[in-house]
């Protein structure tokens, strides 16, 4: 089976946010859409606050059901899952679906051993033995790369690094062996070095257990290492989505050329030329009508006011006005570094 037969695992269908706040109703995502097939890495890349996380939080179920209101559609596996009572979200959550957080912190609890919290996670979903998921939990640390997970196993979480942490996180992740796994931004506390660690681990487990991963970052260097498919996420929306490789090679929308036009060189030099994307994205009660980058873009004009059109080529598509005739001129200079096809 080539990738693209592979059976869809996780539909997203029109998902809108929006939260209650003194001012009315404001929405913080809309109309997002994508989907994740069997074992494939899906990347949702954007600065801070495009509304990745609360993208995520709301298609898990894990956000406040009194302030926010989620309208679209979601299945997992062909089913619905957006109006499931909170008990069986919580069953699929910890069964089929393992989270990962930005810290690791947030996700262990510093009174207990990471062996117990494991254990204990096995265990809520599993009928084995205390003894039994003490053991996996050992397995479990040792496949994260734990280099003494016997040892590992009765550290308090303030005892281990941010990376053995991290890892540690993950295994509690995998504890149920996933059909999906989803990492909020899982290097982002890390440094260089345990981050490029922990990447390798995320691949490794995709070709191990055969998960599917949501990899979220706001670093188009990572999506470029791990990830099949891109989502390029802006004040709520998916601006640009497809194959990595394809909008590598011949990205569409303007943020993502600022997106990679800040990626920093891999020798290290020429950083001179390494460019951020002036101004600040948008709260969601700023967000202009229309396209909501075209205060930042360098190329937005008065059709922007306007919703912009979707453009396509072959399975790729963004949200933009600028149309297949000048978006090569466009691009090259915005994205002067590379040569484009
Ligand atoms: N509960 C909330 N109430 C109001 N606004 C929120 C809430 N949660 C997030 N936001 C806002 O929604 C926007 C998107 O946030 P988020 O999804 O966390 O961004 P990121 O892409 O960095 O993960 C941000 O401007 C954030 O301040
Ligand atoms: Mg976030």
């Not at 109703?25 to 990347?43: H, K, N, Q, T, W």
């Not at 909008?247 to 920093?264: C, D, N, R």
Request: aromatic content about 4%.
């Amino acid at each position: 089976m080539s990738p693209t037969d592979k059976p869809i695992l996780l539909d997203v269908d029109g998902l809108s946010v929006s939260f209650a706040t003194d001012r009315g109703m404001v929405p913080a995502v809309r109309d997002v859409s994508f989907r994740v097939r069997e074992g494939e890495i899906l990347s949702i890349v954007g600065e801070s606050g495009s509304g990745k996380s609360v993208t995520l939080l709301s298609l898990l179920g894990l956000h406040d059901a009194k302030t926010t209101r989620v309208d679209g559609a979601v299945s997992f596996k062909g089913r619905p899952i957006l109006d499931l009572p909170a008990s069986r979200m919580r069953a699929i959550r910890g069964r089929e679906i393992g989270l990962i957080s930005q810290d690791p912190m947030t996700a262990l609890t510093p009174v207990y051993t990471i062996g117990w919290q494991i254990a204990e996670q096995i265990r809520a979903h599993e009928a084995i033995s205390a003894r039994a998921a003490r053991r996996r939990a050992i397995e479990l640390l040792g496949e994260v790369g734990l280099s003494n997970p016997g040892e590992a196993v009765d550290r308090y979480p303030h005892q281990l690094s941010g990376g053995m942490r991290q890892r540690a996180v993950i295994a509690m992740a995998l504890s149920c062996n996933p059909a999906l796994l989803v990492a909020d931004e899982p290097t982002t506390a890390l440094d260089v070095t345990v981050q490029a660690q922990v990447l390798d681990l995320l691949l490794r487990l995709r070709k191990d257990f055969g998960s599917a991963i949501i990899l979220i970052t706001h670093d188009m260097g990572v999506v470029a290492e791990v990830a099949e498919q891109v989502a390029v996420m802006y004040a709520g929306r998916i601006v640009e989505r497809g194959r990595t490789e394809d909008v590598f090679a011949a990205p569409l929308h303007p943020y993502t050329w600022g997106l990679m036009a800040s990626i920093p060189p891999l020798t290290g030099a020429r950083l001179d030329k390494l460019r951020s994307i002036p101004g600040m994205p948008p709260s969601p009660e700023t967000i202009p009508a229309g396209c909501g980058f075209a205060p930042r873009c360098a190329f937005a004009r008065s059709a922007c006011a306007e919703r912009p059109p979707l453009q396509k080529v072959g399975d790729q598509t963004a949200l933009c006005v600028i149309g297949d005739d000048e978006r090569p001129a466009l691009r090259q200079t915005a994205l002067p570094l590379e040569e484009i096809a």
